[in-house]
């Protein structure tokens, strides 16, 4: 497979701490990517540094042979590259449905296919389709049709969650990055959620990196893990090897289940 | 309520006035025509206020726009009604799309705030520009029509008629507006402008358009006024003209392109009543009204005319 998202040596310090200290990793062409570690390891700081959130101090991020490293979120956004939030960052005064038609909208305007002198508004890039079929289309597909008129504010933590994720879908990305999609939602719900996401991102055709604690879920769902601890990468391989690591096994798996019980 | 309906309902009131409007006495032309040049800026302040932003200066661009009308008499010597709104949109227009830069940086009390300093700049300046009149400004020459200058009892209908023709056009144009996609930006821009850049628009630059278009409908607004009124001075630009646009809008509410006009005349109304009923205390009445719409009628006056509420 084909490399899609290339970081070279990233380096990230915040004060006395050091965020990123040598990340380098390839990312292929639609895979599912998995990063664990414990909080503070540098999971959150990676997802910052592509999307353009913090300029890393040294290194590069090629996407597709082009230089994104400087790049700030929303030119990232248009390039293809869209996340999901810890948490959720929704437009609570609006409907599900209107959440999704803002998004749609600001899809429509980038490719010039809406706007005040458009006598009417374009299809949908990538999906070919009327905003308002594809926000439906979305919808449906996340399990949210029935929320659809309900505001977004007194949605339940799950469907939070799943219209977060939904909003990344409407630019049609090449590549979804998910910061803890199944944080804040219940042991139960998790395996669904994932299983909804992944089906939902497959059928419209996209790579994903997704941040996540429950090392079930990542070893169900991942075809690939990135191992973080103190900024730095300790393990690159498939799950169940990357989760029988040693190193692995001390400080993330170890760490993640001490941090549960407390 | 639909945009087809909000124009066949602004079609109609335009109709109404332009055919009845030889009718009416003199001081309702003037109260009608003064409520069209401040619904235009309270059209304006809509725009900025759905998404989240509240101008305390927006009488900047009043004046400015009134200014720009009264110089294009006083030194130029024109004064085709149309061609004063065309100088105050522009001298407005330009004026923030300069200061837009500054101020699309800013949201909540910092932006109001500074709006407001540079309304009071205006002021300032113009109180100590001898030229301009200092502090007793000057008067406007009054109105011509495509170079016709109307007799004095005409005078009035054209103006208003001029008034009513622009504003049911620019309020047709921000309807368009609003349901572009930059415009339904603006709730999004309100609620969380986080997630308006990871969904790849730049909410500065459309809070910098938004601005521009509020300062070219106040300048328009303020043209208006100046020719309506024929007199100008630096009170316009005085902080407590920019509260009197904020007062219509939370009157009027934020629903409809429409409602800001009605908001301005039903101010008219309640501000010329009060201070005939009580000319010492009409403050004090206006200020209970203002009180009684923002308990009572929190969405503004135009809630009463949804039939339905969004989410039932």
Request: charged share 15%; with cysteine; glycine share 10%.
């Amino acid at each position: 497979m084909p490399v899609i998202l290339d970081a070279r040596g990233l380096c990230k310090t915040f004060g006395a701490v050091t965020a990123a200290a040598e990340v380098s990793a390839a990312i292929e062409k639609d895979s599912v990517v998995g990063l664990i570690g414990t909080n503070g390891a540098g999971k959150t700081t990676f997802i910052n540094m592509i999307t353009g959130y913090i300029k890393p101090d040294k290194g590069a991020i090629e996407y597709e042979g082009r230089d994104i490293t400087s790049l700030p979120p929303r030119d990232i956004t248009r390039l293809g590259i869209c996340r999901s939030f810890q948490i959720p960052q929704l437009y609570p005064s609006l409907t599900v449905h209107e959440n999704m038609m803002v998004g749609l909208g600001i899809v429509l305007r980038n490719a010039r296919r809406a706007g005040f002198f458009h006598r009417r508004e374009g299809d949908v890039p990538g999906y070919g389709k009327p905003a308002h079929e594809v926000a439906d289309h979305l919808l449906e597909r996340f399990g949210l049709a029935d929320y659809s008129n309900r505001n977004a504010q007194v949605l339940p933590g799950g469907a939070r969650k799943l219209l977060d994720i939904a909003l990344t879908m409407v630019a049609k990305p090449r590549i979804l990055l998910l910061d803890e999609p199944t944080s804040g939602v219940s042991a139960q719900e998790k395996f669904g959620i994932m299983q909804m996401v992944l089906d939902a991102v497959r059928a419209e055709g996209a790579t994903v990196l997704f941040v996540e604690h429950d090392m079930e879920v990542v070893s169900r769902f991942a075809q690939r893990v990135l191992a973080f601890y103190d900024g730095r990468i300790i393990a690159d391989a498939p799950p169940q090897a990357a989760l029988a690591d040693e190193n692995v096994r001390r400080y993330v798996s170890g760490g993640h289940a001490s941090q549960e019980s407390h | 309520m639909r945009r087809e309906r909000t124009t066949l309902l602004a079609g109609v009131i335009l109709a109404v006035l332009l055919v009845g409007g030889p009718f009416l006495p003199q001081w309702a032309m003037f109260i009608v025509t003064i409520a069209f040049a401040q619904g235009l800026v309270a059209l304006g302040l809509m725009l900025l206020l759905r998404a989240g932003l509240v101008s305390f200066g927006q009488a900047l661009y009043y004046c400015l726009g009134a200014y720009a009308a009264g110089a294009l008499g006083r030194f130029v010597g024109v004064a085709d009604i149309f061609l004063q709104m065309v100088a105050g949109a522009l001298a407005a227009g330009a004026t923030a799309f300069v200061l837009g830069f500054l101020l699309a940086k800013y949201r909540g009390i910092f932006f109001g705030l500074l709006s407001l300093a540079l309304s009071m700049i205006l002021y300032g300046l113009l109180v100590k520009n001898e030229a301009l009149g200092s502090t007793d400004g000057f008067n406007i020459l009054p109105s011509t029509l495509f170079g016709i200058r109307p007799g004095p009892d005409k005078l009035r209908y054209v103006v208003m008629a001029s008034a009513a023709i622009v504003s049911f056009v620019l309020a047709l144009v921000v309807n368009r507006y609003l349901r572009t996609p930059l415009g339904r930006l603006a709730p999004a821009i309100k609620d969380n402008e986080i997630r308006v850049e990871y969904m790849g628009a730049s909410a500065r630059y459309a809070v910098h358009v938004k601005y521009v278009i509020a300062a070219v409908l106040a300048g328009v607004g303020g043209a208006l006024a100046a020719t309506t009124v024929g007199h100008i001075d630096p009170d316009m630009a005085f902080w407590t003209t920019s509260g009197e646009f904020i007062f219509i809008t939370i009157l009027a509410g934020t629903g409809n392109v429409i409602a800001p006009f009605a908001g301005a005349l039903i101010y008219g109304a309640i501000r010329t009543t009060a201070y005939d009923l009580s000319p010492n205390t009409w403050q004090l009445s206006l200020g209970t009204a203002l009180l009684l719409i923002i308990v009572f009628l929190p969405e503004g006056l135009w809630s009463l005319f949804k039939r339905h509420a969004r989410n039932p």
